[in-house]
Structures are given as structure tokens and as C-alpha cells.
């Protein structure tokens, strides 16, 4: 009887033996917390389509954010809940918006850690869009202006990275031009160059409070199925000066992070939505998955198909984890 020369399984047979020959890890290092914050004092007020997920009033972001630091965790992405909305978005750009006030706080009190703000006009407006509308339609090129004024309050601020997530065209240049014309020449931008239209940005909504009031985000958010198109947008926001390009979100997309990574030398940030957490949460509350394994098991599954860094909802739980073993 013929036996295999090459056995695979040599290699497999403890578990120090499968770490040594692991191919891809996840760190800490590659991940990047999202937090929302929100007026008021002493709030920490859970969202109830995603357990372990808060509204942080800035007194409370502040202790949050300390903690992250001792968890090692490098960076937080932030979206802001103003008190008060309307049809142009203003508390999106103003001097004292929620954000603005937050990154000031974050990099006095936390300054190691690195801030990511937000780009877009969605949780500011009473319509619930990320840009100007007229009728039914979202303009473009009048967004614009709105999207580069946000982009240079939150880098007045103090934010490390400003990551437009509007999806309008152009915006990424529009962005660079007025950070280097007022001379925040060292501000990167993170762009979401590939967001794709997805049912998993359900509980997000509730979170940030911007389901759009009427139709949908299809016009200027990607079709699902085109994946030549992805690259394009990518192209086009690299030639338009973005530091870093990321796929949103992360879990379907996974093609799209692999392309992305073997064509462009930019990192690659993947976004892990809040739907693909949320179904995670709910599936491990009823005892149909072990949480931690399958955690796991997703963010390696986007570190393999290219991504430099993971912006996970997940990111505490994983840094706990990490931190008892």
C-alpha cells in the first residue's frame, strides 16, 4: 500500500507547531475602534441593535478612550449625534459641532492615541442624506464645499486623519486642496473609496441616527455586484491625493480588499460594519456560535484578503481577549 510522501498534516500537530507556521495574525496594532459621541454629561447610553456599543457624551469619551489606550488599541474612528439638525448639515463644519469639540478633548487628554474623523453631512441633516438636496436628488458638486469645510473644522481640531465617507465625486481632492491651502499639509485622508449600497449598514443607522427619510443612498454609494467599478473609484481617489483607500464593508467585499491590495501601493483599511457585528452579537447571545472564535476567525479572514487595517466594532472585545491570553 502507498502511503503520502508530503503530509500536510506534519505541521498541523500542536498547536505551537500551527502557530509558528501561521501565514497571517491580527494584531491589536490593526485595528481602529469606532466610537460615537454626543452632548450631555456622564452619558454612556447603549444602542440596542448593538450590544457593547455606546453614545458617548465627551466626559465619558474621554474615560473610554483612555482605557482603549491601555488596551493598546492605536486609533478610533468618530461620529458625531448633534443636538440639532438641518437641511444644509451645519453642525457638521461648525467650530463647536459635537466632533470638533470631541477630537480637541481626545488629543488633550489622550494625545497618543490617533483620531479619525468621520467626513459626511448624513447625521447632520434633517433629510438624513450625506449631501445638498434638491428635490429628490443629492447634488454632487454642491456637497463639495460643505464636505471640504467639515474636513478642515475636524483638522483645525486636532484629528490625525479625516475619512470622507459621503461618496460624493471629487470630494477626496476638494478635501486635499483646502488642508493645504490652509496649511494642514500633514492631515492624511482616509477615503471610503469603495462604500458599496449595503443592507448591512442597518444598525449603524440607528446608532448615528441618519436613515435617510426618503429613497435610498444608491445613487452615489457603489452597486453590490461591480467589482471593476470598485477599482475605479479607488484609482480615482489615490489620483486625487488619498493616503489611504478602504473597502466598506469588509465581510461580502472581501474580493474587493484583495484587488484593491494587489493593484495600488496604498494601505488598505477594510471596514467590518456594524450589520456583520451585530449578527455576531445576536448569534452568540443565543449559543449558536462561540463569539470569540468566530471574531477571530473574521478579522484574519480580512487581514488575508489584503487589508492593512480593520475598523471593527469588535475592536475591544478583541483587545480583551488578547490581553488574557
Not at 10 to 37: A, H, K
Amino acid at each position: 500500500m502507498a502511503y503520502p510522501i508530503n503530509r500536510m498534516r506534519r505541521l498541523r500537530r500542536s498547536e505551537t507547531l500551527r502557530r509558528m507556521t501561521r501565514e497571517v495574525s491580527v494584531s491589536v496594532d490593526d485595528l481602529i475602534y469606532p466610537l460615537f459621541v454626543t452632548s450631555g454629561l456622564d452619558v454612556k447610553l447603549q444602542v440596542p441593535s448593538m450590544p457593547g456599543v455606546f453614545h458617548f457624551s465627551i466626559d465619558a469619551l474621554i474615560k473610554e478612550a483612555e482605557e482603549l489606550v491601555e488596551f493598546g488599541i492605536p486609533a478610533v474612528l468618530l461620529f458625531g449625534l448633534p443636538p440639532n439638525k438641518d437641511e444644509a448639515g451645519s453642525g457638521a463644519y461648525a467650530d463647536d459641532g459635537i466632533v470638533q469639540r470631541a477630537v480637541r478633548a481626545l488629543k488633550k487628554n489622550v494625545p497618543d492615541l490617533v483620531v479619525i474623523t468621520d467626513v459626511c453631512l448624513c447625521e447632520y441633516t434633517s433629510h438624513g442624506h450625506c449631501g445638498i438636496v434638491r428635490g429628490d436628488e443629492v447634488l454632487n458638486d454642491e456637497t463639495l464645499e460643505l464636505i471640504a469645510r467639515t474636513a478642515l473644522s475636524h483638522a483645525q481640531a486636532g484629528a490625525d486623519i479625516v475619512a470622507p465617507s459621503d461618496m460624493m465625486d471629487g470630494r477626496v481632492l476638494a478635501i486635499r486642496d483646502i488642508l493645504d491651502d490652509n496649511s494642514y499639509v500633514d492631515t492624511a485622508i482616509m477615503a471610503y473609496s469603495a462604500k458599496f449600497a449595503s443592507a448591512f449598514y442597518g444598525p449603524f443607522r440607528e446608532a448615528a441616527e441618519c436613515a435617510p427619510q426618503f429613497g435610498d443612498r444608491s445613487t452615489y454609494q457603489m452597486d453590490p455586484p461591480n467589482r471593476r467599478e470598485a477599482l475605479r473609484e479607488i484609482e480615482l481617489d489615490i489620483e486625487e491625493g488619498a493616503d489611504i483607500v478602504m473597502v466598506k464593508p469588509a465581510l461580502s467585499y472581501l474580493d474587493i480588499i484583495s484587488d484593491a491590495k494587489a493593484s495600488f501601493d496604498l494601505p488598505v483599511a477594510a471596514y467590518s460594519v456594524s450589520g456583520e457585528y451585530s449578527m455576531v452579537k445576536a448569534a452568540a447571545e443565543r449559543g449558536f456560535i462561540d463569539e470569540r472564535r468566530i471574531v477571530n476567525e473574521m478579522l484574519v479572514s480580512i487581514k488575508r484578503a489584503g487589508a492593512d487595517m480593520i475598523i471593527t466594532y469588535s475592536a475591544r472585545d478583541f483587545a480583551g481577549w488578547q490581553s488574557e491570553s
